[in-house]
């Protein structure tokens, strides 16, 4: 049990466990004090306690934590113990934190051409502002670990982590110890989106630091309310632009500032501010550019990775920026976007070439197999009919970057045995949290060893297996631990070879391979098989294991220069989106979407497919309905339970839901030409902001200051925006 603070802001007078401590079934009470090694957690900026200490800065950081032998008995001590804080002025959002000087670090800055002299070219330049929302992720398992005290003074902790490696470094710090006194298992979660990536580590290390303390097992989960109320959430931001035009539609210039909310430390905020830069421009070639991101500091839980980290936001501020302009230029959105569409050889604002030629390709085949401009014309004859409804179609390209922005931590390794039964132990740095990467890595397995699937069993996520892993994130995790199992695989699958080549007497120039778990020799099978081989290479003493490391290839970034090729490719698709609005009601259905998405030359299919539609619902949600809600006064988290904060269910599902996997096969990062799934398809979701935003505009709402450039778009606000457009505002 973690006791957390009341206050958003304040010093921290008194922590008194006195009552607590003589409370049944209470084993210790623990605050910073306790800790016997570095009560720091940060993994970007060191500016992070594990337990407050003289400060608070956020409702629910934590305070101390409470061993009790039942998770009853140490709710009760919990709420006997006394805390004393006296306020101070608290922060709520970020233009607030920017002008009173709170920044989690310094802004940063990415630009291209000259922006300054683009502008006297433009035909049409549009200024305005765009705020999106937070967002809960919502995982199905709350947080949780178990640390267990081992023999010599080792801690072994299982932890529902996306990043089993930062756990073991930070609970390593925590405690004082070495990291190889830590071991780290994870078996799979039910779900992080994010939420994992950084925010699983604090409540490893304070299970970590109760065993440290009563020499016990600990378990420590979160009940969903607390979860909701401690934990950070996707970034709200607050952007403003200035997107300047010729009178072709082609977008010269592009200034925008991105006000992040970081929450009350910085946790991953930099570096998802980094992939908002990146991602600036969309999925468009725009030549000037000028980007400015601002990390502020406010007192909520610090805000942290969610699906598409910071790129959904990015992506928002343009989209809106293109709506603005195509109303001041009297045509639809669609021409502007599909004129400034990424082709092959468009530099990035960042230095990179795209290379690339999917946004167009999607754009095309999407205008092609589902006939927007048929939508287009069916909705504004249903418009034109009158009534309380009214439809809106757009379109939404999406061109996300594939790798982490910081390039150190594109690599992965893969420990893999082959046992004497012929049966296929694998382990990576990888973890399975419901987006099906131990199924993928199966096939790779079995792929490169020629043999049924069910022979190969993926083990758990350990760092006494696999060391120094990268989080499983940034889509990457398929790519990445794939391309290390693939290696390690082929490594042993060779020295199999060379055995079964001596052992059948076979000259070297005869090409061996296992196909349905035969060996075969040009081809044609020679007679042995996967076990046989297996079994004889074993009595041979030739080795069944082997540990291999992928590093992505060809990515680097300066970040002093803005500049790089930071991304090992782009994953596109464009998504045509038709919604219905009720004038009087404010409420909105989603009629259909449907998506043409570039899945590379997909390991399986219908896993990718359940990462499209489930990334679509995800981001409809940020967009159409989820949203925060604090107590004005007392800067508490209003929407904290499945009551007050509402997620897309099952009747959010467009009623008409068509996914198109472009078939395509270039070369690129991922294994066997697949292509990295998770996060780009969260972005379809913004479609249907633009989608409503058209039918708003059928409906006589137009460009009101802060007006529908806000997201979520939830029935009140439509309601609000439509009641004011009628004068009733
Ligand atoms: N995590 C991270 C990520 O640390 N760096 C990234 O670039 C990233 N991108 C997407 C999701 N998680
Ligand atoms: Mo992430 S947003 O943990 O890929």
Known sequence: MVVTSPTPHGTLELVDASEALRMPGVRAVLTARDIPGENQIGTIILDEPLLACGKVHYIGEPVALIIADTPGQA?????????????LPAIMSPREAFAAGEMLAPPSIFISGDTDA???RCAVTVEGRADSGGQEHLYLETQGAVAIPMEGGRFFIRSGTQGPTYVQRVTARVLGLPMNMVEVDVARLGGAFGGKEDQATPWAALAALGAWRTGRPVRLVLGRKEDMRLTGKRHPYSSDYRLGLDSDGRMLAWEVTYYQDGG????????????TLFHATGSYHIPNVKATGIPCRTNTPPNTAFRGFGAPQAMFVMECAILHAAEVLGIPAREIQERNLLSTGDVFHYGMAYRGDEVRRTWDRASRIFDPEDRVRAAAAFNAAGGILRRGVSLMPVCFGISFTNTSMNQASALVHVYTDGSVGVSSGAVEMGQGVNSKLRLVASRVFGIDPDRVRVETTNTTRNANTSPTAASSGADMNGNAVRIACCDILGRLLE???GSLGLPTGVLLGVSSGQVTAAGSPCGMDWDAMVGGAYLARVSLSAHAHYATPGIRFDRKKGKGEP?????AGTAVTEVTLDTLRGTCTVDSVRICHDGGDSLAPRIDLGQIEGGLLQGIGWMTMEELKYNPETGALLSDSLATYKVPDIYSVPAELEVDLLECTSDNAGVFHSKAVGEPPFMYGIGTFTALADALRSAGVLVPPGGYRTAPLTPERLLMLLEESRGNG
């Open 75 to 87: 709710a009760l001590a919990g709420d006997a113990v006394k805390l004393k804080v006296s306020p």
């Open 118 to 120: 683009a502008w006297e």
């Open 264 to 275: 009350a430390a910085s946790d991953l905020s930099t570096a998802i501010l980094e992939r």
């Open 499 to 501: 055995w079964a080549r």
């Open 567 to 571: 991304f090992a490719y782009h994953v």
